[in-house]
């Protein structure tokens, strides 16, 4: 794509109060970005309200060229910045085939994986380190069979998603699509997580650079994940989690929903539950997701169940995989609160249990 064409294409998605869908509209009834400002405002006025058509017939402000500039200079300066157009043939297919994909997407990192077969895996910012792990072990064998892993490069299960993918043998990666400019950092605790990401898989965003965190881009996102994808694996998510809206987007869009089932006692597997009660399909292995969307075949994700022997290790077959409060432990085992607060305490620092909000404790191992 040469510079003035770019200069279009970003003066376009720039324009105030034209969304991606008028955009289309424009571009099914004029063809490229420059066909559109060089069409005039009385033809532009059959498509568009007469104060946009105006906007879009006049020389682009110093805002938006601002903008244009910033974004020819960021795209100069490394390899792997790309900028890619809904006419570009990189643009992914998938994508492409929904009701409302981006006219564009700013890229920094492997554009080679948009075209690859992918699954998201999202789930709850707040998640436990059971939840955590599974996540992590998923995206791990389904990378080693060769599926890219996406995600929204959130805290918790997203992140989880993203560190499984990028430390997995093989070629597949992992794509974080984000709700900001991609050459912002967001969540700052992310920092490392986003560097290794660039570098070995790929960060994308509809957001021009400098767009910073605003809560109402986060669910629009959210669309371009499940677009992205042959299907959605929810992994914890609470009755109100974002992660239900990417999985409704992906029913729509036609994929597969999957959900981890968990406790009946926990608030992170209501979101899960509920998937499943309307007919998203419960998982226990990779290797279900891969054969119901005819992948190459994943190995089971394994969580390490050993179980280092140790002073209090026969705690362990008493809270089971349920949350169980200090009080009905102490009834249990006839020990005193104190000491067996401690007992637990040790118990979380070797990560084989954790404490959960009520002062709840549950089995990892």
């Not at 608030?267 to 279900?288: F, M, N, T, Y």
């Not at 290790?313 to 401690?342: C, F, I, K």
Request: glycine share 8%; hydrophobic share 45%.
């Amino acid at each position: 794509m040469e510079a003035a064409e770019r200069a279009a294409w970003l003066r376009l998605i720039a324009t105030p109060g034209l969304g991606p869908r008028t955009a289309r509209h424009l571009l099914a009834a004029f063809g490229l970005p420059d066909a559109i400002f060089a069409a005039g405002a009385s033809a532009l006025l059959r498509v568009v309200p007469e104060p946009l058509a105006r906007q879009l017939a006049a020389p682009p402000g110093a805002d938006i060229q601002s903008m244009i500039d910033a974004t020819e200079h960021w795209l100069q300066t490394a390899p792997k910045h790309v900028l890619i157009s809904i006419a570009d043939s990189d643009y992914p297919q998938l994508l492409l085939d929904t009701v409302d994909p981006p006219p564009v997407l700013f890229a920094i990192g492997r554009v080679d994986l948009l075209n690859r077969p992918a699954l998201a895996i999202v789930g709850s910012r707040n998640a436990t380190q059971q939840g955590v792990a599974n996540a992590e072990a998923f995206a791990g064998a389904l990378a080693r069979s060769g599926v890219t892993i996406i995600s929204g490069l959130a805290l918790g299960i997203d992140a989880a998603a993203h560190r499984g993918a990028l430390d997995a043998d093989g070629d597949a990666s992992t794509i974080a699509v984000v709700g900001t400019g991609v050459d912002a950092i967001y969540p700052a605790s992310n920092r490392v997580l986003t560097q290794r990401i660039r570098a070995d898989g790929l960060v994308i965003s509809e957001f021009p650079l400098r767009t910073p965190a605003i809560a109402h881009n986060f669910p629009r996102r959210n669309r371009i994940i499940a677009g992205l994808a042959r299907g959605v694996l929810v992994v914890e998510a609470a009755q109100r989690s974002g992660s239900l809206i990417t999985a409704r987007l992906a029913a729509e869009a036609g994929r597969e929903v999957f959900a981890v089932p968990g406790s009946v006692h926990s608030p992170l597997a209501k979101g899960c539950h509920r998937l499943i009660r309307e007919g998203a399909k419960l998982v226990e292995s990779a290797h279900d997701i891969a054969e119901d969307l005819g992948l190459a075949r994943a190995s089971a994700p394994v969580v390490d169940t050993a179980i280092a022997r140790g002073p209090h290790t026969e705690l362990l077959g008493l809270p089971g995989h349920d949350p169980v409060d200090l009080d009905t432990l102490a009834q249990r085992t006839r020990r005193h609160a104190a000491d067996l607060s401690a007992a637990l305490l040790e118990l979380e620092l070797t990560q084989d249990v954790e404490r959960l909000p009520g002062n709840r404790y549950q089995r990892l191992r």
